[in-house]
């Protein structure tokens, strides 16, 4: 939680996008990585500017 929350605010910092993409490789469920992500405001990405490599990943936009 403290790693997340130290990469949103270096993200609002500089006004960066944050992609990522929920994996259950490590044996978590993706329902349950996507509900902590929201917890960061991070949605899944439908928006048409969104290179297509990120089309599966969740976004966070910077708060301004």
């Known amino acids: 939680s403290m790693s997340m929350k130290l990469l949103c605010e270096y993200a609002d910092k500089y006004n960066l996008r944050v992609y ?21 405001q991070f949605k899944r990405s439908f928006k048409k500017d969104i290179p297509l490599e990120y089309k599966t990943y969740h976004l966070r936009e910077p708060k301004t």
């Open 20 to 40: 990522l993409q929920p994996s259950d490789i490590y044996g978590t469920s993706i329902e349950i990585l996507e509900k902590f992500y929201s917890k960061f």
